[in-house]
């Protein structure tokens, strides 16, 4: 079982460069959301999704876009790329809206230099 | 508004001793609660979970958590520590949002790290 699948695992930007940190589940969840995580301040959600065509913020959104298309991607587009943002980033995806079961994807280290 | 407070970002014990990682979360609803495990330059496993039912959850490699709603609580312990335990904790709470509050996210805490010393 693939479950969730996050590329690249690592990568190192320049600062002003773009990149798309990709996303994608296979067990037909409608729930997908970005979390970012940087040490001392555990996980804070980006954006989430609640299905293909929906999105919205969550508590960091500022420099972040995402799309979501279909019900299986969910990418995350750094436009930008700034120091700030380097970090560890999770996917994760759920079926049901309380969080009862979600999971998560295996993470992607992004350093901005 | 809810939110997670882990008691302590680092906790050291010895190998055979108790573990005891402290989590409070506010909360006016009864909330969903998580405890995850991160090993390094990894993801994110689930340990635990509390939905409804018995407060007393049991989870995977022998931790245990209780959920106590007098004290807005939900610690995780170990009886016994092994060095194989070592690895940052993270206890988590769904709060809802969107609108109408229609949809979840999980608010996590800032985490404690857990040493095992021989």
């Known amino acids: 079982n693939a479950g969730v699948t996050q590329t690249p695992k690592f990568q190192v930007l320049k600062t002003g460069q773009s990149m798309t940190l990709q996303c994608a589940q296979d067990m037909n969840h409608e729930y997908m959301s970005w979390y970012r995580q940087d040490p001392g301040m555990g996980l804070r959600l980006i954006h989430y999704?609640?299905?293909?065509?929906?999105?919205d913020q969550g508590e960091v959104p500022n420099g972040y876009n995402v799309s979501r298309s279909t019900t299986e991607d969910f990418p995350l587009r750094l436009l930008s790329a700034a120091p700030s943002q380097t970090s560890v980033y999770f996917c994760?995806?759920?079926?049901?809206?309380?969080?009862?079961?979600?999971?998560f994807g295996e993470g992607s280290w992004l350093t901005v230099v | 508004a809810q939110s997670v407070t882990q008691l302590g970002s680092h906790v050291s014990v010895s190998e055979g001793a108790l573990v005891l990682l402290r989590c409070n979360y506010s909360s006016s609803v009864p909330p969903y609660l998580f405890w995850y495990v991160q090993y390094p330059n990894q993801g994110l496993q689930l340990l635990l979970k509390y939905t409804t039912g018995a407060t007393l959850v049991k989870g995977i490699n022998g931790f245990e958590a209780e959920f106590k709603k007098s004290e807005t609580s939900f610690h995780l312990t170990k009886p016994s520590a092994h060095m194989s335990d070592a690895a940052e904790y993270f206890c988590a709470v769904t709060k809802s949002w969107g609108s109408g509050g229609s949809n979840y996210k999980l608010t996590f805490g800032k985490g404690t790290l857990l040493t095992v010393n021989p």
């Open positions: 994760a995806s759920s079926s049901d809206r309380n969080g009862n079961t979600i999971y």
């Open positions: 999704s609640v299905g293909a065509g929906i999105t």
